[in-house]
């Protein structure tokens, strides 16, 4: 049973506290209240808290006794115990009478009492629906704001492709399929004032704990870092960098698989490179 049908169960033996006060209810549903109580400590409570009014309501008038005349008349003859049973009835009549009507004004009370707690209960679930409510609001709020924080690194990703590719400076290198990766093509389009852009399709999977580094290649100079490069499940990748400072005009790119965090100089075969004319 999921914490709603439990609630709902609870509310539902919660209004039966008025009938068990006034051992009014049905005896499956009288054992299934009572192992209720025992399990639940704020119908428990609550039925301690009502079960004086209860008990005090065959005490809230006061007893009549019968007039000495009628056992004068009782004994006074046969003929007379008739009406003496009459006057005796009469006046426990009267003693029901008025029992009856300080009981009804009590009973009145508890069900007030009962009907107040249940109030409470359809408050507290008007309360919970609406908290429901707000919290599916700020859920579709957050979603909102992460949708529109990625259209944003979108934009501001093609804004930056968009300054290299318009540069005047703008150096484009195609970068060829080496042995490691056969399928493989990119492309480097490099500015010094602007930064760098690089694109390639169908690279291989990288290996656990490895990643792609891309290297400015200037002549017989070791290879510069450019950064590191994580394509998608298609082996696809368009990434921006910025110049290294101090970079003289690089001669050509190449990309190698190297571990994850990068390293100062390539360490295994190169999976594309491609050189200026």
Known sequence: MSAMDDAARHDELRQMIGAYLLDA?????????????????????EVRALSGIA???PYTVPQIDPPFALRQ????????????????????GARRGGWGSGWLSLAALLVIAVSLGSYTVSLRQRLAGIEQQLQDAIARLDRSERQLAAASR??????????VLTASDLLQVNLAAQPAAPGASGRAFWSRSRGLLFAASQLPPLASGRTYQLWYLEGTAPPVSAGLVKPDEAGRVALGFDSPPNLSQPTGFALSMEPDGGVPAPTSALYLAGFTQ
Do not use: D, Y
Not at 73 to 92: D, H, M
């Open 154 to 163: 979108e934009v501001q990703a093609a804004q930056v492709r968009l300054t």
């Open 73 to 92: 008349r009782v004994l006074a003859s046969v003929g007379g115990q008739s009406r003496g049973l009459a006057v005796e009835s009469g006046a426990a």
């Open 25 to 45: 209810l049905e005896p499956a549903e009288r054992v299934e209240f009572v192992a209720h109580l025992a399990t639940c400590p704020e119908c428990t409570a």
């Open 55 to 57: 008990s005090a309501l």
